[in-house]
C-alpha cells in the first residue's frame, strides 16, 4: 500500500540519519526527495479524514518524520501539517511546528491558504473547551475523555503515557470545582509524583485565582479540609482513616493514577499493592463522590476493573494512538556480524541495518565495567547538546558506578548554574556524595534514595534542561514525567549479578519505558535505544514480542487466595494463631479479615463479598466470637491495620515490660530505641523482618549505630550534620546511610513501633516525630506544608517564622520570605 511505502522511506531516512549520527555508517546523502514529499502529502491527505486508530498512527509516523527531516526550504510544509494534524484530532501536535503560535491567544500564524486555515478552525473549535472563559485545545482523545467525565460517575482510561491524559484530568478537576466545590483526591505511587501535580496544581489554581483551595499531601484532622485538593500517596491516604472513621465525606473527584500497581494485590510481599486496592474499597465504602478517573497506561479493560473496585459501571476511554512518534532502535550480533534494528508497531519486522564501525560495541554480560561503560560513554557522546537522555540502570547503587564513570570521561564548560547546583548539594549532604561532581558535567541520577529536597532540586534542573543526562532505575516506571529524547537500556535484567531471585523487567515494563521518550507538546519523535538486544532473548527470558507495545489485563480481589487457604485460614482464625513463619504466604488474609471484622461488625460479610471473600455466616460467627475474646482495644487494632489483632493482643499484654521514650530530648535515647527495637525483634520477628531488618551478622552494634542516626534525625540535625566522621570519607556509605533514613526510618519504623506507641502512650507524638524527622511545632508546621525537612530546619533556623497556628497566615509569610532565599532553597518552595 501506499502509506507503507512513504512510511518504509521514511523509516530508512530516519535509520540511516541515527547510524551515522552513532558513528556506525559513514555519511551519506539522506534527504527527502521532493516525489517522496508529493507521496507524503498525498497520504496524509487521505490518512487525516480516516478515524481509525491505525490511520492515525500511520499520520503521526510520517507527519514526525516529514518534519524531523525537512528541507528548509520546503515553507509551506508547516501548512500541511497543521491542516493533517488538526483534521485527525491532533491539533495540540500542530502547536509544536508553529514558532509562531500565540499560546496567550491561543492562535496559529496565518497560513498560504485560506481554505485550509477555515478548515484548521473549524477543527480546533470541535476540540476546544472553555473552563472560566479561558479556553483550552485538546485532542480528539482528550475531548473524549472531557466528555465522558460529564456523562459517567466512573471512567477508566487506558493510553500510552504520552497522550496527555494528566492535563486533560487537571483541567477537569478544575472545571469540576469552579462548577461546585468541594474536595479532590489524587493518588499517585511516588513522592516525585506527589511533587509534579502538586505543582501543576498550584500553577493552574492561581491562573483561575482559586486562592480558598489548599494544597495538601497529608490529611490533617485539625485543618478544614472542605476546599482541599489532596495529593497523597496510597500510603499517606489510607493513614488519614486512622485518625477518622471517615475522613473524605464528600469527593468532587477522585483520581487514581497509575493504576496498574494494584495488579499484585494477592502476592502476599507486595504491601504497597494492597494499601492501594484497600485505600479504593474504604473510599468506595465510606465516600460520596461525584466522580471516580482511574488510569493507567495500557491496560486492558480497565472498564471491568473499574467495576471489580467500585462495584459500579465504568466509561471506557482508551487509545493506542500516541500524540508522540516512539521508535525503538537496538543492537544486535549475528555469527560476526552486528546490525542497528529499527522497531516500529506498524511494521512487522524491523528494518534492519549491518554496522560497519564495530570497535566499541560491548554485546553480552550484565557487570557494568570499564569496558562496557566506555562503550556507554562514546554512545552518549554522539547525540547533540540540545538532547536530554535516560540511562536505565538495573540497581541504584549500579546509578552511581555509570554517574562516576560518565562524569570522569566528560569534559564539558563551566556552567554557573551546574557549579552553584553542586555546591548546594555538597552544602546539604556532604562533598564526598557522588553527585556533587556530575552534576558539574550535565549528569544526575534519580532513585528511592535521593532526599527529598535534592531530588526537587535536580527534577527542577531537569525541567530547565540544564540537565542532559539521568540515570534511572524503575522509579521511571511510576509515571515520572521527565522531558527527555532519548531512553538508553542496556537489557531487561535488573541485577548485575544474577541470583536464584533475580528479575528481569516484563514486555509490559519495557513498554512503559519506551513511552517516557518524548512528552507531548514537547517532542516529536520520542527514541529508546536498547543496547543488547540478545540480552532480550534468552532462553530463560519471559520477553515475548520484543519491543511491541504491550498491555496489561488486570484483575483484582482476595477471594483466590482465600478459597485456596481457606482451611487453614478458618483454623488460624478460631484459633488465635498470629502471623508467623508457617503462614506467611496467606497470614494478610489473617489480618484482613481480623480487621474488617472489627471495624464492620455486622456489615462484614457484606464487605468482604466486594473484595471477593464470600464468607458463610456460621463461619463469621466463629471468627467473630475468637476475635471478641481478644484484650486489646478496638481502636488500637484500626489505628494499625496492617498488624494483625491477634499479634496486637499479645503486644497489649505484654507492653509493661517495656519502656519507651517519648521526649526527643531525653538522655540516652538512642539505646531506649535499641531496646524497643530489640523488644519487636525477640517477640515479633515477623514485624521486625518487614519494616526493619538489619543483617543479623551485624547483630546489636549495627542497630545501636543505626538508633544513633535516628537520634540524629529526631532532633532535627541536618543531614549534613550526620556524615561528619571520616566513615562517610567512603561515599557508598552516605549513600547507604541516606536509603536507611529514607525508608527505613522515616516509613517502616513508624509503622513497626506505633501500636507501642498507641497501647502506652496513645496522646504521644514520637512516632511523627519520627516519621517527619522533626519534633518542634514550627519545623512539622513547616513540613506539613510539603516543604522538604532539610528546607524546613533551614528555614527554621535561619528566619523568623510567625502565626505557625494559622496555616493562611503561615504560607502567605512564607510566600513573601520565598523571594528574599537563596535560589536553591526557593525552587522548593514553588507549589506555595
Known amino acids: 500500500m501506499k502509506k507503507d511505502k512513504v512510511l518504509t522511506q521514511l523509516l530508512d531516512i530516519e535509520l540511516r540519519s541515527n547510524a551515522s549520527k552513532l558513528g556506525f555508517i559513514d555519511k551519506s546523502d539522506l534527504s527527502i526527495s521532493n516525489n517522496l514529499l508529493q507521496e507524503a502529502i498525498s497520504v496524509l491527505n487521505q490518512l487525516s479524514v480516516n478515524k481509525d486508530e491505525e490511520s492515525k498512527k500511520y499520520l503521526i509516523a510520517i507527519c514526525a518524520l516529514l518534519w524531523t527531516y525537512k528541507n528548509e526550504k520546503w515553507n509551506g510544509l508547516k501548512d500541511y ?414 541485577y548485575t549479578r544474577k541470583k536464584p531471585y533475580s528479575t528481569k523487567l516484563t514486555n509490559y515494563e519495557v513498554s512503559n519505558l519506551r513511552g517516557r521518550a518524548g512528552r507531548l507538546l514537547k517532542d516529536f519523535v520520542g527514541r529508546t535505544y536498547i543496547l543488547d538486544e540478545n540480552g532480550f532473548n534468552q532462553s530463560d527470558s519471559n520477553q515475548m514480542e520484543l519491543f511491541k507495545d504491550d498491555s496489561k489485563d488486570i484483575k483484582v480481589g482476595y477471594g483466590a487466595k482465600y478459597n485456596q487457604y481457606k482451611n487453614a485460614i478458618f483454623n488460624d482464625i478460631t484459633e488465635g494463631i498470629g502471623s508467623n513463619e508457617n503462614n506467611k504466604e496467606y497470614s494478610f488474609l489473617n489480618t484482613y479479615l481480623r480487621q474488617t471484622i472489627i471495624r464492620q461488625e455486622e456489615k462484614s460479610i457484606e464487605y468482604l463479598k466486594s473484595v471477593g471473600i464470600i464468607l458463610e455466616t456460621k463461619v463469621f460467627k466463629e471468627f467473630q466470637t475468637a476475635i471478641n475474646s481478644l484484650e486489646v482495644p478496638k481502636a488500637i487494632c484500626s489505628n494499625n491495620r496492617y498488624w494483625d489483632p491477634v499479634d496486637l493482643n499479645r503486644l497489649f499484654i505484654m507492653a509493661s515490660a517495656i519502656d519507651i521514650p517519648t521526649d526527643p530530648n531525653v538522655n540516652n535515647l538512642s539505646s531506649k530505641l535499641k531496646e524497643v527495637i530489640l523488644f519487636i525483634k525477640e517477640h515479633f520477628p515477623i514485624y521486625y523482618d518487614r519494616y526493619f531488618s538489619v543483617p543479623e551478622v551485624e547483630g546489636r552494634y549495627m542497630i545501636m549505630s543505626k538508633c544513633y542516626l535516628i537520634e540524629k534525625w529526631i532532633r532535627e540535625k541536618p543531614l549534613f550534620d550526620f556524615f561528619t566522621s571520616s566513615y562517610y570519607d567512603n561515599p557508598a556509605n552516605i549513600e547507604k546511610d541516606i536509603s536507611f533514613i529514607q525508608n527505613k526510618v522515616s516509613y517502616d519504623l513508624p509503622l513497626m513501633i506505633k501500636p507501642l506507641y498507641d497501647i502506652k502512650s496513645p496522646d504521644s507524638l514520637f512516632t511523627r516525630f519520627i516519621e517527619m524527622g522533626a519534633y ?24 523568623p517564622i510567625e502565626n505557625i497556628e494559622d496555616r493562611k497566615l503561615m504560607i502567605q509569610q512564607i510566600r513573601i520570605l520565598r523571594e528574599k532565599l537563596p535560589y536553591w532553597y526557593k525552587i522548593q518552595l514553588e507549589h506555595l
Open 776 to 799: 518542634t511545632p514550627i519545623t512539622r508546621k513547616l513540613i506539613d506544608l510539603n516543604i522538604p525537612r532539610e528546607t524546613a530546619i533551614f528555614l527554621k533556623k535561619n528566619y
Open 81 to 494: 501539517l497543521t491542516l493533517f494534524l488538526s483534521r485527525s484530532g491532533f491539533g495540540p501536535s500542530s502547536i509544536m511546528i508553529d514558532k509562531k503560535y500565540d499560546s496567550a491567544d491561543s492562535t496559529f500564524s496565518q497560513g498560504s491558504s485560506l481554505i485550509n486555515m477555515f478548515s484548521i478552525t473549524l477543527s480546533h473549535l470541535e476540540h476546544e473547551i472553555n473552563i472560566s472563559n479561558k479556553t483550552f485545545l485538546l485532542s480528539e482523545f482528550q475531548k473524549s475523555i472531557w466528555n465522558g467525565i460529564q456523562e459517567s460517575k466512573i471512567i477508566g482510561i487506558s493510553a500510552p503515557t504520552s497522550a496527555g491524559k494528566s492535563f486533560l484530568i487537571l483541567l477537569k478537576a478544575i472545571d469540576l470545582i469552579t462548577k461546585k466545590s468541594g474536595s479532590i483526591i489524587y493518588v499517585v505511587p511516588t513522592l516525585s509524583l506527589v511533587s509534579q501535580v502538586q505543582s501543576d496544581f498550584r500553577k493552574i489554581l492561581d491562573e483561575f485565582s482559586l486562592n480558598e483551595y489548599s494544597l495538601e499531601t497529608a490529611f490533617n484532622n485539625q485543618y478544614n479540609n472542605e476546599k482541599a485538593i489532596f495529593v497523597l500517596t496510597q500510603e499517606k491516604a489510607i493513614s488519614a482513616f486512622s485518625q477518622k472513621n471517615n475522613p473524605f465525606p464528600k469527593l468532587r473527584l477522585l483520581v487514581i493514577d497509575e493504576i496498574q500497581n494494584v495488579e499484585r494485590v494477592e502476592d502476599s510481599d507486595d504491601n504497597r499493592a494492597k494499601v492501594l486496592y484497600d485505600l479504593m474499597i474504604e473510599l468506595k465504602n465510606t465516600s460520596i463522590i461525584d466522580h471516580i478517573i482511574i488510569s493507567g497506561p495500557r491496560i486492558e479493560k480497565i472498564d471491568k476493573l473499574g467495576i471489580q473496585i467500585f462495584g459500579e459501571e465504568t466509561m471506557l476511554k482508551e487509545t493506542n494512538a500516541s500524540p508522540v512518534l516512539n521508535l525503538t532502535y537496538s543492537l544486535s550480533k549475528i555469527k560476526k556480524e552486528s546490525f542497528l534494528n529499527l522497531h516500529f508497531e506498524l511494521s512487522e519486522q524491523p528494518i534492519k541495518l549491518k554496522i560497519e564501525n564495530t570497535s566499541d560495541i560491548v554485546f553480552k554480560g550484565s557487570m557494568y565495567n570499564d569496558k562496557y561503560l566506555t562503550f556507554l560513554h562514546k554512545f552518549l557522546a554522539t547525540f547533540n547538546e540540545e538532547e536530554s537522555n535516560i540511562i536505565f540502570s538495573p540497581t541504584s547503587n549500579t546509578c552511581t558506578t555509570i554517574a562516576n564513570f560518565i562524569t570522569a570521561k566528560t569534559i564539558s564548560d563551566e556552567s554557573q548554574y551546574l557549579n552553584g547546583l553542586s555546591e548546594f548539594i555538597a552544602s546539604t549532604i556532604h562533598r564526598n556524595y557522588p553527585m556533587v561532581q556530575s552534576v558539574k558535567k550535565s549528569i544526575v541520577y534519580h532513585h528511592g534514595k535521593l532526599p527529598i529536597h535534592i531530588r526537587l532540586v535536580i527534577e527542577h534542573a531537569i525541567k530547565q534542561k540544564e540537565i542532559k543526562t539521568i540515570i534511572c532505575t524503575t522509579t521511571l516506571l511510576q509515571g515520572v514525567n521527565l522531558p527527555v529524547q532519548n531512553i538508553i537500556i542496556r537489557s531487561p535484567n535488573l
